[in-house]
């Protein structure tokens, strides 16, 4: 699961193209340079490294992510709760909830959740 583990560039560059794809390279190399200020060597050897890892496909100029957003957020979550908190799941949201308040609406989203996720 460790080829989860994205470091804050490349998780930039990959939200770009979870949010786009399929998206031409042309276009990619567009959304870089106004979203990063990434110039377009830079922007392509992105896409090399990130598909000699796995995580993309470039195929005719066409960029497509190989691993969904939700599995590398859930292995990042995870790794956090195990690698900070020991594993607390509580404690971390106590940490995170310690100087916010939520909206009736996050508390109600929050609960579903919960309830959902709840061993009988």
């Known amino acids: ?65 190989l691993i969904p957003k939700e599995d590398v957020q859930a292995f990042e979550s995870e790794y956090v709760v195990n690698n900070t908190f020991e594993g607390s799941l509580p404690a971390f949201i106590a940490a995170f909830m310690s100087n916010k308040k939520l909206t009736e609406k996050e508390a109600e989203e929050i609960k579903r959740i919960i309830e959902h996720n709840t061993e009988e």
Request: hydrophobic content about 35%; charged content about 30%.
């Open 1 to 65: 699961m460790e080829h989860l583990k994205l470091c804050a560039s490349d998780y930039r560059f990959m939200t770009i193209v979870w949010e786009n794809e399929p998206i031409a390279s042309g276009n990619l190399v567009k959304i870089c340079l106004e979203e990063l200020g990434w110039k377009k060597s830079t922007t392509y050897t992105m896409v090399k490294k990130l598909s000699e890892k796995g995580y993309l496909r470039n195929e005719n100029s066409v960029v497509k992510a």
